[in-house]
């Protein structure tokens, strides 16, 4: 890990691969139970298990004072109506917060915090999200790109994956007629594969 301060390129892909200490892949068979349309799932994972989004990260000590930051790739996609998505989390240590800067592509990211609020904010290139502390997160891909955004946040934050596989997202982001729609998730619960 570097112990000088150091830069790395985000706008062009080729670049990316070598700057980063870690690559994620995130296939549909590890989003089990997280799209509402089982039949469509499966349908999807026999054909081929597609990647539904990377994750390129520059990791840090899990220290305060640190910053660990990043590059998450959601590909363009669908399950039945709804939008390939990233998991979601809270952050383990919950007063830690996170700035998503989009650098291509088109989408929200979802959040909501344990009062019950919910929050939708628009990404698009050039635009800033601030995700307060103690609000889960999930980037969606509403557009036919790869949505690409700059995170980062706290090293010591940690994820909490836990939570949103018990409760589910209370709002789901669906496509109807070409618009994404927000509507009430009915089935709450998101256990993870
Ligand atoms: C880190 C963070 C992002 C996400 C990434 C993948 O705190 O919010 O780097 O980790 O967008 O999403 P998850 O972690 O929900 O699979
Ligand atoms: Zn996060």
Redesign the pocket.
């Known amino acids: 890990m570097r112990s000088r301060p150091y830069g790395y390129p985000i706008l062009s892909l080729q670049d990316q691969l070598s700057s980063f200490d870690n690559h994620i892949e ?1 296939r549909l068979s590890s989003l089990c139970n997280k799209f509402s349309d089982e039949k469509a799932f499966q349908t999807l994972l026999v054909s081929g298990d597609p990647i539904i ?1 990377e ?1 390129y990260e520059s990791c840090r000590p899990e220290a305060a004072g640190e910053l ?1 930051s ?1 590059l ?1 790739i959601v590909h363009p996609g669908r399950v039945g109506q709804e939008y390939f998505m ?4 809270y ?1 383990k240590v919950r007063d830690t917060a ?1 700035v998503y800067y989009c650098i291509q592509g088109k989408g929200v990211l979802l959040m909501e915090n344990e009062s019950g609020d919910t929050a939708v904010e628009e990404l698009h290139p050039g635009r800033v999200v601030y995700v307060t502390p103690r609000w889960a ?3 969606i891909n509403t557009g036919g790109q790869d949505l690409v ?1 700059f ?1 980062v ?1 706290p090293a010591n ?1 940690g ?1 909490d ?1 836990a939570t949103i596989d018990a409760t589910g997202f209370r709002k789901r982001l669906l496509d109807h007629d070409g618009v994404p729609t927000i509507v009430d998730n009915h089935q709450r619960s998101e256990c993870s594969g």
């Open positions: 995130r989004y994750v660990a990043g998450s990233t998991k979601g989390h952050h996170e997160h999930r980037s955004t995170f946040y934050a994820h994956y």
